[in-house]
């Protein structure tokens, strides 16, 4: 009965500790989110100061998104870049602050699919699955081909074409699963 207790208390501390601490702080490695309309008047400002735009294109901009969008790093960039050059910006423009507008990655991650493409086949040449030959001839063959998300068709034709290098179908398929999925 004291075990039962003991480990009730346990529970109960955990609980209390673990409410507490996701309710006053953010989880561990993230950042809280910001004030944006504080952080569209910065990035608008640091645009006009570096020559990017001029402080009319700024105030455009600022009203667009004061009226579009309560964070603007959720709008499809693609139509900001078009409603903003019908607003009088440049494509160049438009498309410099909604890149000073996108969140920070996160430590740790990968920038690009190319690195995160070096980063494996170095993993795979250390742990030997691969050699440092082929892993040089598996990421020349993903620069010119630039696979994206892979479908079933693209999965078997990526098999095929690292198959045809000379890697196994072991081999073939670490590389489509630890580049390519998750």
Same mark, same amino acid.
């Given at each position: 009965?004291?075990?039962?207790?003991?480990?009730?208390?346990?529970?109960?501390?955990?609980?209390?500790?673990?409410?507490?601490?996701?309710?006053?702080?953010?989880? @561990?490695?993230?950042?809280?989110?910001?004030?944006?309309?504080?952080?569209?008047?910065?990035?608008?400002?640091?645009?006009?100061?570096?020559?990017?735009? #001029?402080?009319?294109?700024?105030?455009?901009?600022?009203?667009?998104?004061? *009226? #579009?969008?309560?964070?603007?790093?959720?709008?499809? @960039?693609?139509?900001?870049?078009?409603?903003?050059? #019908?607003?009088?910006?440049?494509?160049?423009?438009?498309?410099?602050?909604?890149?000073?507008?996108?969140?920070?990655?996160?430590?740790?991650?990968?920038?690009?699919?190319? *690195?995160?493409?070096?980063?494996?086949?170095? *993993?795979?040449?250390?742990?030997?699955?691969?050699?440092?030959?082929?892993?040089?001839?598996?990421?020349?063959?993903?620069?010119? #081909?630039? @696979?994206?998300?892979?479908?079933?068709?693209?999965?078997?034709?990526?098999?095929?074409?690292? *198959?045809?290098?000379?890697?196994?179908?072991?081999?073939?398929?670490?590389?489509?699963?630890?580049?390519?999925?998750?």
């Amino acid at each position: 009965m004291k075990k039962i207790w003991i480990a009730f208390a346990l529970f109960l501390s955990f609980s209390v500790v673990g409410m507490g601490s996701a309710s006053a702080f953010p989880a @561990p490695g993230t950042l809280p989110p910001p004030d944006m309309a504080q952080l569209v008047k910065d990035v608008l400002h640091d645009l006009v100061a570096s020559g990017t735009i #001029n402080q009319k294109q700024s105030d455009t901009a600022r009203d667009y998104l004061k *009226e #579009n969008a309560s964070d603007p790093r959720k709008i499809d @960039p693609r139509k900001m870049v078009d409603d903003m050059m #019908n607003l009088g910006l440049t494509d160049k423009q438009a498309k410099a602050i909604i890149e000073a507008l996108r969140p920070p990655k996160p430590p740790g991650l990968p920038a690009s699919i190319d *690195e995160k493409v070096k980063s494996t086949l170095g *993993e795979m040449v250390d742990s030997k699955v691969i050699t440092q030959a082929q892993a040089d001839q598996v990421s020349d063959y993903l620069k010119k #081909n630039k @696979p994206g998300p892979l479908g079933e068709d693209d999965a078997a034709k990526l098999l095929r074409d690292l *198959e045809s290098m000379g890697l196994t179908e072991q081999q073939a398929q670490a590389i489509r699963d630890k580049v390519f999925r998750r």
